[in-house]
């Protein structure tokens, strides 16, 4: 097993598992995880060995989003064209890449999953959860509509997506089965093992067979307008962030420490 950073890559067999290794932030991202991230997709991809793609977290969640506490203090001078260089490379353009990567993925979700979390396991092809999962966007307290990945409306339908967005309230991984976003619930000390029965099932097929089907279903997607509607929402995204620049100069309504403080609340028992 070789370690880079926040991040652990491994082979086994035909299977490629990418685990998030931050455990005591619960796996919280920061930037040079995510660049971190990607070069694992990316190497992941280039290896004709591996047909199948596994994305875990180490620790009792999957990630609690974007690393607030560890992002640093603000520049002197950040402007919205700063922020949407930013979100465009490393949060949309990193979640459309890995969701293009033409090898199946499978993401094994436990705990919590938070906003910027499901920018991670959404890309993914299936996604195969832990009974105490929990899905959630609590971004409106802070000014904003939503995660830059806008899957929602896609994985949810657009009352449930409505609903989750209004509230912030967590989304059970049963419930989440019952809409279609996941695959399937098992007990949390079964969920790398049934990730991987399922990743090694998969990894049975012809690989170029693999490919095809992934595109079909995705290109589907697209012509159904799925890629024209997450870009333009990224765009609404941003209004959020010009709002909240020009009612306190920064790009949430809510100051760090509020910030920090409802993080902790939703981590409560970690």
Known sequence: ???????????????????????????????????????????????????VIVLRGNGRHFSAGHDIKGSGPAPEKF???????????????????????????????????????????????????????QFSDPVLHLGIGGVEYHGHTWELGPRKAKEILFTGRPMTAREAEQVG?????????????AAMELAGQIAQMHP?????????VNQTLDVQGFYAAIQSVFDTHQTGHGNAFSVGGFPVLLQREDVLDGMKDRLKGQ
């Open 181 to 193: 976003m996941v695959n399937r619930v098992v007990p949390a000390a079964e969920l790398d093992g």
């Open 1 to 51: 097993m070789e370690q880079k950073d926040q991040i652990l890559y491994e082979v086994e067999g035909r299977v490629a598992v990418i685990s998030l290794n931050r455990p005591e932030a619960a796996n919280a991202q920061s930037m040079s995880l995510l660049d971190d991230l990607d070069a694992a997709w990316s190497r992941a991809e280039a290896d004709d060995e591996v047909r």
């Open 79 to 133: 402007t919205l064209e700063d922020l949407y260089k930013l979100e465009a490379r490393r949060y949309l353009g990193y979640s459309l890449r890995w969701r293009n990567v033409p090898k199946p993925s499978i993401a094994a979700v436990q705990g919590k999953c938070i906003a910027a979390g499901l920018m991670l396991c959404w890309p993914c092809d299936l996604i195969v959860a832990a009974d105490d999962a």
């Open 208 to 216: 170029f067979a693999l490919r095809q089907a992934k595109r079909a």
